[in-house]
């Protein structure tokens, strides 16, 4: 089955600068990532996504680029705020088994 | 709001109670997921259910009991836990199964689960 490693589990930057969050993929045939972005006492809500046919997708600060030969996928997110702290997941999905597999998130705190 | 009621947002119960989780969706989708959530793991698939039909079961212990009475709802029905269930349990919905590019996954809020 997938499996799907994200790294840092833990990210600390300073606001205004630039944070990266990466993922790799096992299963060369999963076609959609989407991102999931997970704030303190709330489940996870859907914050960009990108499938297989595109290589980079920007939404305002945030940006996702993916790597299918390489299989892997980033998150990108510029000027950073402090309500982007949050806790961050990466997910992979096959739409052949229909099965999506999240990573295993990565806890990004802004510091002011 | 995210569209998605879970009830209560809190449980503590004992290992010989019954109890039950409760999912409310208002964003007209037809399937219906249960997820754990456990510290330093990734996301774990429960249950998935379809127009009501329950469509997948990620090899689940028998003391987790779902049911779907209709698109709208859907339970967890819990009974004789062990400590290592406490967790949060979050229910998801999409338009369509399988968390696809074209329906994805909205969640509720969470139900924090302690078995003592």
């Known amino acids: 089955g997938e499996n799907v490693e994200q790294h840092p589990s833990t990210l600390s930057v300073q606001e205004g600068d630039s944070a990266v969050i990466k993922c790799t993929y096992s299963?060369?045939?999963?076609?959609?990532f989407p991102w999931y972005k997970q704030e303190l006492g709330k489940g996870p809500q859907l914050i960009i996504d990108?499938?297989?046919?595109?290589g980079e997708k920007k939404d305002q600060r945030i940006a996702v680029t993916l790597n299918k030969t390489a299989k892997h996928f980033s998150l990108h997110i510029t000027e950073t705020q402090p309500e982007d702290s949050a806790v961050y997941f990466c997910a992979a999905h096959n739409f052949g088994n229909e099965k999506l597999t999240f990573g295993t998130g990565t806890r990004l705190t802004i510091i002011p | 709001e995210t569209g998605v009621t879970q009830t209560p947002r809190h449980l503590v119960m004992g290992m010989t109670n019954k109890k039950s989780l409760k999912c409310e969706q208002h964003l007209g989708h037809n399937a219906m997921y249960w997820y754990k959530q456990s510290a330093k793991k990734p996301l774990e698939l429960m249950f998935v259910y379809n127009f009501k039909e329950q469509t997948e079961n990620n090899s689940v212990p028998s003391r987790f009991s779902p049911e779907c009475p209709n698109s709208s709802h859907l339970f967890l029905h819990l009974h004789t836990l062990q400590p290592e269930d406490s967790a949060l349990y979050l229910c998801?919905?999409?338009?369509?199964?399988?968390?696809?590019?074209?329906?994805?996954?909205?969640f509720g809020n969470g139900t924090r689960l302690t078995v003592t």
């Open positions: 998801a919905s999409s338009q369509e199964t399988g968390g696809a590019g074209s329906s994805p996954l909205h």
């Open positions: 299963d060369s045939a999963s076609n959609y």
């Open positions: 990108i499938r297989s046919n595109v």
